[in-house]
């Protein structure tokens, strides 16, 4: 008579254990998911910070832009020709802030000028250029900072090839007064071999607020005058007022 009951303990004990089991599975099932749907969560809160933090007022710039910029407002220049729009890949990236107002950044580009374009042309390194306009309201200026800047990302654009002469003359003809006519500008343009139509669009200003725009990011990255210089888009200090300055930069 004691055997059955017997039977019937066991069988209720095992009961009683496949049922703990299964709420210990369950329960470990559950957790399981908890903690991957965090980690998801947590991983998607991460990704959505660094695309945020990583947003320039260029990215979200909604006017017209040239279409070889950096969503930071810098030109590249790269390749044996020094061509507008070109990198010369696995290099260090020199950038160069500068208002084509600016007496400094004249004495800059007198002084740096063939070493740039000698890294350039060697592949040694990728020149950016960062168009800026923080002095068109200096002086007796009448945004000749802009202007000159807008012709330069025009033929960026539109003859890359003449860009960095174009730019190099600019700075040579810096007007004393603080302020030139549209017409110095088409001269220059003219005397480097830009076209005809692309002269043209000049006085058409389509990217005058983008110029602005890259004024406004170059402060945001730390820019507090010009000339400044940048190390792979990190601006840095550097004595460029000593010859082989940017030279060093990139040995």
Same mark, same amino acid.
């Given at each position: 008579?004691?055997?059955?009951?017997?039977?019937?303990? %066991?069988?209720?004990?095992?009961?009683?254990?496949?049922?703990?089991?299964?709420?210990?599975?369950?329960?470990?099932?559950?957790?399981?998911?908890?903690?991957?749907?965090?980690?998801?969560?947590? #991983?998607?809160?991460?990704?959505?910070?660094?695309?945020?933090?990583?947003?320039?007022?260029?990215?979200?710039?909604? #006017?017209?832009?040239?279409?070889?910029?950096?969503?930071?407002?810098?030109?590249?220049?790269?390749?044996?020709?020094?061509?507008?729009?070109?990198?010369?890949?696995?290099?260090?990236?020199?950038?160069?802030?500068?208002?084509?107002? =600016?007496?400094? =950044?004249?004495?800059?580009?007198?002084?740096?000028?063939?070493?740039?374009?000698?890294?350039?042309?060697?592949?040694?390194?990728?020149?950016?250029?960062?168009?800026?306009?923080?002095?068109?309201?200096?002086?007796? %200026?009448?945004?000749?900072?802009?202007?000159?800047?807008?012709?330069?990302?025009?033929?960026?654009?539109?003859?890359?090839?003449?860009?960095?002469?174009?730019?190099?003359?600019?700075?040579?003809?810096?007007?004393?007064?603080?302020?030139?006519?549209?017409?110095?500008?088409?001269?220059?343009?003219?005397?480097?071999?830009?076209?005809?139509?692309?002269?043209?669009?000049?006085?058409?200003?389509?990217?005058?607020? +983008?110029?602005?725009?890259?004024?406004?990011?170059?402060?945001?990255?730390?820019?507090?005058?010009?000339?400044?210089?940048?190390?792979?888009?990190?601006?840095?200090?550097?004595? +460029?007022?000593?010859? #082989?300055?940017?030279?060093?930069?990139?040995?």
């Amino acid at each position: 008579m004691s055997k059955p009951q017997s039977y019937r303990e %066991n069988a209720r004990r095992e009961a009683e254990r496949m049922s703990a089991k299964g709420s210990s599975n369950t329960f470990r099932n559950v957790l399981i998911l908890v903690i991957a749907a965090i980690i998801v969560l947590l #991983g998607a809160t991460v990704f959505f910070i660094i695309k945020e933090t990583q947003k320039t007022y260029l990215t979200e710039f909604d #006017g017209t832009a040239p279409a070889v910029a950096n969503d930071q407002g810098g030109i590249p220049f790269g390749g044996p020709d020094a061509v507008a729009g070109e990198e010369n890949e696995g290099t260090t990236e020199i950038g160069v802030y500068a208002d084509f107002l =600016c007496p400094a =950044c004249a004495s800059f580009d007198q002084l740096h000028a063939q070493d740039m374009r000698d890294m350039i042309e060697s592949g040694e390194a990728t020149i950016v250029y960062y168009p800026v306009n923080i002095l068109d309201n200096s002086g007796d %200026n009448t945004g000749y900072s802009t202007r000159a800047a807008n012709a330069f990302v025009e033929v960026v654009e539109n003859q890359p090839d003449k860009a960095l002469e174009f730019m190099e003359v600019l700075f040579m003809n810096q007007p004393e007064n603080g302020d030139a006519p549209d017409e110095q500008i088409e001269v220059i343009a003219t005397e480097v071999g830009v076209d005809d139509d692309v002269i043209a669009q000049f006085t058409d200003a389509t990217y005058a607020d +983008w110029v602005a725009t890259v004024r406004e990011q170059a402060t945001r990255d730390g820019m507090t005058g010009t000339p400044s210089v940048s190390v792979d888009r990190k601006i840095q200090t550097v004595e +460029w007022q000593n010859p #082989g300055a940017l030279r060093e930069l990139v040995n």
